[in-house]
């Protein structure tokens, strides 16, 4: 009897084993493929090596973002939660909503709150995916990532997702495009200088040939409040949800792989101007709090929209985000 | 038992010399011998704790090497080496455990090997699978195979791995995540009758530490003012149980451990709350009733230590003799009732009025231990003595006196008094060996 219960015992052992790395095994088979972006931050792990930790787009979550009992003030940390998924045409996924309530069909990840403040949105998400695990000496590369010229070139994590919504990393990949801005700023009293406008770079880092939208005044982007501070950004661009104007073959600029675009924003151009409540439009240059930050967001037209288009094939249908700024610095 | 060996060793090595020498004759050599029991065959300690070492250094060894991560080594050998050297392991262990007393102790190395490499392929698992969950439970899982083979095989080793991990499971937990587990006690309180089936002093020494520091971390997150008062219980009840223990001659000795680890700890958490401005820090803003988890933190070891000293007391109004005993012991449960009671005073006086009770507590040990040290000739406790007052003596050094030259008395007076000690105790011990001569 004491032999088959140690037998018993030692097997439940190698059974805890298969199931851990089955459950994981079924997923990569039988999931399906999605892309996240993602910003490496530090490496190394005691036990498991090197790994280059991972910060996603979608780990923090505004609240209006927030759905069910999430959207109540029922978060609890720890909490299991589910982030509903929708793949754009660039490849990568980007985030719908999160809810407390497990979604009958469609692309989810589930997840746990992480850190949760009900005062202070948004809250962070862990999904068991922040860590990319790689032979030791090779995490610190990822961790450095690739960037030319101030020019960020985001990285694009593949993870296999589960009915169950259970993700399992896979490898990675790098955007075909990068970006980055350069604020520039007025001299003013006090050592405190409003920014004056934004240089930004686009650069094609793949090895084809991309077509970019290119509209006068930097108009083919977009700029978002970011929202995922310590403080709600209370902040919203004046031309938010209006649509972009029919774009013509004149629009379009191909860039070759390893061209750099630039383009220069006018942040004292009305286009620019953002509004709070029932204040008047003003220009973002000259605020101040950390808190009310932005990003330029570049998102060419759908695909459906472009069919007229002489090059139309070459156009990425992605988007990219730049850093954050804000409207001064000292 | 070696203790036993070594005196039947040396007995036997007189009675020769005696005998040669023409002091007794044979048969009375054999007479003397005869009273005394044959030597005990020793048990593989040396096999044991090498190989206990060595399984758990492979077993970690194995960890940090896959740990390395070879992008060469592909996912189905990764796993494959983990599960072929688990389950072999596991094999010829427990083949090898069953099979005679003579290959007992290997085999139930190389099961412990099983038990690394079972965490070890947890880290592995989540390696090849990039899973970040929450890692501390990977301990807890650890821990539940060492628990489960420790109660069926039975296994001394299995079941302090098994403590190990669950309180490296606690202690995780409280410090990378901020939560708590109060649970986890249950965990290693399901290896204390273990301990007693087994006779294990060494497990129970072990396991003693582990609900010490366990209690520690799990009260220190939900209970964080009730801390210091659930540890002093967990102490206090130790030393009870020590003196229980006393009384019945099967599990006598386990006594000491208790008294060890009970007292030890004591006697740092008095010193702790000796010095005033941590006194005040922790029993100004002691909440003893927000919720009713942490009354159960407080309460829970206030009533076993307190009823432990009650079923001790009888004997002790009785004046039965204990081997580990002295009336200090009696300020325990003292100052447990005191700190508990003064900490649900609504208004509280700090400082000196406070803190002055928790040193003179800690002198009045210092001095029993000093006194029952010389008088009983015991050099450890007579040493322990000394040194916790001379730590006393320097940890008051920069908060009592201000003035040099009260600070020089201090200083004069402790040294005269570490001197005088040291004088009755050579005293006594000449006078003890006069007399047996």
């Known amino acids: ?330 | 038992m070696a203790s036993i060996n070594n005196h039947v060793q040396w007995l036997e090595e007189q009675l020769k010399r005696w005998a040669s020498s023409g002091i007794i004759q044979d048969s009375q050599a054999r007479t003397i011998r005869g009273l005394y029991p044959a030597q005990q065959a020793a048990r593989p300690w040396a096999l044991i704790v090498f190989s206990g070492i060595g399984s758990v250094i492979i077993g970690l060894g194995v960890i940090l090497l896959f740990a390395y991560n070879w992008d060469d080594m592909s996912k189905v050998a990764k796993l494959g080496t983990i599960f072929s050297a688990l389950i072999i392991s596991h094999i010829i262990g427990i083949s090898l455990f069953l099979k005679s007393e003579r290959f007992e102790k290997m085999g139930e190395s190389l099961t412990i090997l099983g038990t690394m490499l079972f965490g070890a392929g947890i880290w592995l698992i989540a390696q090849i699978y990039h899973i970040e969950e929450h890692f501390p439970t990977a301990f807890f899982i650890w821990g539940l195979g060492a628990l489960a083979l420790a109660w069926t095989m039975p296994s001394i080793a299995q079941a302090i791995v098994a403590a190990i991990l669950f309180t490296v499971w606690v202690m995780t937990e409280a410090i990378s995540f901020d939560t708590s587990i109060p649970y986890a006690l249950v965990f290693i309180l399901l290896l204390f009758p273990l301990a007693y089936k087994q006779r294990s002093s060494l497990l129970l020494g072990v396991l003693l530490l582990a609900m010490a520091i366990s209690t520690i971390f799990v009260a220190v997150h939900t209970a964080e003012s009730a801390t210091f008062h659930s540890l002093l219980g967990l102490l206090v009840l130790y030393v009870s149980i020590g003196l229980i223990h006393q009384k019945f001659s099967k599990f006598e000795n386990f006594a000491p451990v208790y008294f060890f680890i009970g007292l030890a700890g004591y006697f740092l958490t008095i010193f702790l709350l000796s010095f005033p401005e941590l006194n005040r820090e922790v029993l100004k803003d002691t909440k003893m009733f927000p919720n009713i988890s942490v009354v159960l933190y407080w309460l829970i070891p206030l009533v076993l230590a307190i009823a432990g000293w009650i079923a001790v007391s009888k004997d002790l109004i009785k004046k039965t003799k204990f081997k580990c005993y002295s009336h200090d012991l009696l300020l325990l449960p003292l100052v447990l009732i005191f700190f508990c009671c003064y900490s649900l005073m609504p208004a509280k006086i700090f400082y000196w009025p406070v803190t002055a009770i928790f040193n003179l507590v800690f002198l009045a040990h210092t001095g029993m231990l000093m006194a029952k040290g010389c008088k009983e000739v015991k050099p450890a406790m007579a040493m322990a003595g000394a040194l916790l007052l001379a730590a006393l003596t320097f940890a008051r050094f920069t908060d009592l006196f201000e003035s040099l030259a009260t600070r020089g008395v201090i200083f004069i007076v402790v040294g005269i008094i570490l001197f005088s000690q040291g004088f009755f105790y050579i005293r006594t011990k000449k006078r003890i060996k006069e007399q047996a001569l």
């Open chain 1, 1 to 330: 009897m004491r032999k088959w219960l140690i037998i018993i015992v030692a097997a439940l052992q190698v059974a805890v084993l298969a199931q851990m790395a089955g459950q994981r095994e079924l997923v990569v088979r039988n999931g399906k493929t999605i892309y996240l972006r993602t910003a490496p931050v530090d490496p190394r792990d005691m036990f498991r090596g090197d790994y280059v930790r991972l910060n996603y787009e979608i780990s923090s979550v505004p609240k209006s973002l927030l759905r069910d009992g999430l959207a109540e003030n029922k978060c609890k940390q720890g909490m299991r939660v589910y982030a509903v998924l929708d793949v754009n045409e660039g490849g990568t996924s980007q985030l719908l909503y999160v809810t407390d309530k497990k979604p009958k069909e469609g692309l989810f990840i589930r997840g746990r709150v992480d850190d949760h403040d009900t005062t202070n949105p948004p809250i962070q998400i862990r999904y068991g995916i922040e860590a990319y695990f790689m032979q030791q000496g090779k995490g610190k590369q990822l961790e450095q990532g690739r960037r030319q010229e101030g020019i960020q070139i985001p990285l694009e994590m593949e993870l296999k997702l589960g009915t169950n919504g259970i993700a399992v990393l896979r490898g990675h990949r790098y955007s075909p495009l990068g970006i980055g801005i350069e604020t520039e700023h007025k001299s003013s009293e006090k050592g405190r200088q409003p920014a004056t406008g934004i240089k930004v770079k686009m650069l094609n880092a793949s090895d084809k040939p991309i077509a970019i939208v290119d509209l006068p005044q930097g108009r083919s982007f977009v700029l978002e409040p970011d929202s995922t501070r310590f403080r709600a950004n209370k902040w919203e661009w004046v031309n938010q949800g209006i649509p972009q104007k029919r774009i013509e073959n004149g629009d379009l600029r191909i860039l070759q792989p390893g061209e750099i675009y630039e383009t220069y924003i006018d942040l004292n151009d009305s286009y620019w101007f953002v509004k709070s409540g029932s204040q008047n439009p003003r220009t973002i240059s000259g605020l101040e709090d950390w808190n009310d930050s932005f990003r330029l967001v570049y998102r060419p037209a759908p695909k459906e929209a472009c069919g007229h288009l002489e090059k139309a094939e070459l156009i990425w249908h992605g988007y990219l985000s730049s850093r954050t700024f804000t409207g001064a610095s000292w």
